[in-house]
């Protein structure tokens, strides 16, 4: 079985509510619940870009502009809507929807997978509101975000890997396979198999190795047996 190696850089976000957040939500007034990508950092869930501005949702029936900040109007249900440290923040499975309504595909992924791997949200929660989701704007890059979603990831690189592959048209991968000798013997848990083909993918981020020579002798041995190609 022939390997290879992703190598990528991992981001994840904070999980800590900044007094900036705070503040903001203040600012915002009545009503105000924080959203989006903000809202994920609130849930402590994996993040690949920072929050460089809070993002906040309000009812329909307001005009509310705060400078410096991102204010969505949105009519949120009451279980759209839970306290996190004091704050109103949206429910875990209404962030992943709002974060895959307005970001990247890959961050969407990320996110939700990070949920389901932390136990915030199950796939049956998130099939049952897709079910539920309305056809309105956003809705379909939610489908498409959360069709992608995988409770085996094992981190967000793992994720982002697994989106470029299926962006590239390549089958869709067995995650976190475990081998076995032909006796029985366990040899490795993987990363991904493509199991068809007979290939492994592995995601390697340098800041766990520290540098790329000790990258090449932690992985010496898939290198000289498997012949797992790097960078």
Request: glycine share 8%; net charge positive; hydrophobic share 40%.
């Amino acid at each position: 079985m022939g390997t290879c190696s992703f190598e990528a850089s991992d981001a994840s976000g904070d999980s800590a509510i900044d007094p900036e957040l705070r503040a903001a939500l203040a600012a915002a007034g009545r009503g105000a619940v924080v959203a989006g990508k903000s809202a994920a950092l609130a849930h402590g869930l994996d993040l690949i870009t920072t929050v460089a501005t809070h993002e906040l949702a309000v009812p329909r029936n307001r005009s509310h502009r705060v400078p410096g900040l991102v204010v969505r109007r949105a009519d949120l249900r009451p279980d759209e809507i839970t306290s996190v440290d004091g704050l109103r923040v949206t429910s875990v499975v209404r962030t992943l929807a709002d974060v895959a309504r307005y970001e990247t595909l890959d961050e969407a992924v990320v996110v939700a997978d990070s949920a389901l791997r932390s136990e915030l949200t199950t796939v049956h929660e998130l099939h049952a509101t897709l079910r539920a989701l309305p056809g309105g704007r956003g809705s379909p890059r939610v489908r498409r975000a959360w069709a992608l979603v995988d409770p085996r990831s094992g981190s967000a690189l793992e994720t982002r890997a697994r989106v470029l592959m299926a962006l590239a048209r390549l089958p869709r991968p067995v995650t976190q396979l475990v081998i076995y000798d032909r006796q029985g013997q366990f040899l490795a848990r993987v990363d991904f198999a493509l199991v068809e083909a007979r290939v492994i993918v592995e995601t390697d981020g340098y800041a766990y190795h520290n540098s790329r020579e000790s990258f090449l002798s932690d992985r010496s041995g898939w290198t000289s047996s498997r012949g797992s190609a790097g960078r």
